[in-house]
């Protein structure tokens, strides 16, 4: 079937650390990927995405990979700030399936002065 | 350009009881999608439509939950009667057609007392 499993968190940075997100999932074929995020009361916004192996999703300082031999898609950015603080969730769209989602669980994202 | 629009944000109701849920999509797009996101989970779909068709309802408890989309615009999800189960938030999504980026509302938290 189709799965993503993502890092649990919560996870809290200090400004301008380092942040990985780790991403995995299952599916047949070549599924579209996705990173989401919800900042606090508002809806869920597309952060990035790939849609094929080895494409490089980029958007407001974050980055994923798409990896097919590790079937990864973990969101990088170098220097977080507070305002990057929500809920971010990794989500895969199956092929020719009429851009129907599996969401991970969340990861909550805390970045403190 | 608005967003997606849902009402109520916050709803609290007895079990056994019924709820009602509004969305507004954005001007112009086609599709429209439910959502069930449970505390601590990524949102799971529940129906799909295109236009006025729902095409994917097969997660939908059909005993209790009920959806219309009376002329491919504004839709409605019912619950009733609503248990303790179904305390969680409602998200609605929309895209341009099926295979577009979905835009989501801020949803809805229901709590059944």
């Known amino acids: 079937g189709n799965s993503v499993t993502q890092m649990e968190g919560p996870v809290t940075l200090s400004e301008e650390a380092f942040l990985t997100i780790n991403c995995t999932y299952t599916?047949?074929?070549?599924?579209?990927l996705f990173w989401y995020v919800q900042y606090p009361g508002e809806g869920l916004q597309l952060l990035l995405k790939a849609t094929k192996a080895d494409d490089k999703g980029s958007n407001k300082g974050f980055e994923a990979t798409y990896r097919k031999e590790t079937t990864s898609f973990h969101l990088e950015k170098g220097s977080v700030q507070v305002s990057d603080s929500a809920v971010y969730f990794c989500a895969l769209s199956p092929e020719n399936t009429g851009n129907q989602f599996y969401f991970g669980t969340g990861t909550s994202l805390t970045v403190i002065p | 350009e608005a967003g997606v629009v849902q009402s109520p944000r916050y709803k609290i109701i007895e079990k056994k009881q019924p709820v009602a849920f509004w969305c507004n999509p954005i001007?112009?797009?086609?599709?429209l999608y439910w959502y069930l996101q449970n505390l601590g989970q990524g949102p799971e779909l529940l129906i799909r439509y295109e236009n006025e068709e729902a095409v994917d309802d097969s997660q939908l408890p059909k005993d209790r939950f009920s959806a219309e989309r009376l002329k491919g615009v504004d839709s409605t999800l019912k619950i009733q009667p609503a248990e303790l189960g179904d305390s969680a938030v409602y998200l609605c999504a929309s895209s341009l057609d099926r295979d577009d980026e979905q835009f989501f509302g801020p949803g809805t938290r229901l709590t059944v007392l």
């Open positions: 001007s112009g797009h086609n599709t």
């Open positions: 599916a047949t074929g070549y599924p579209s």
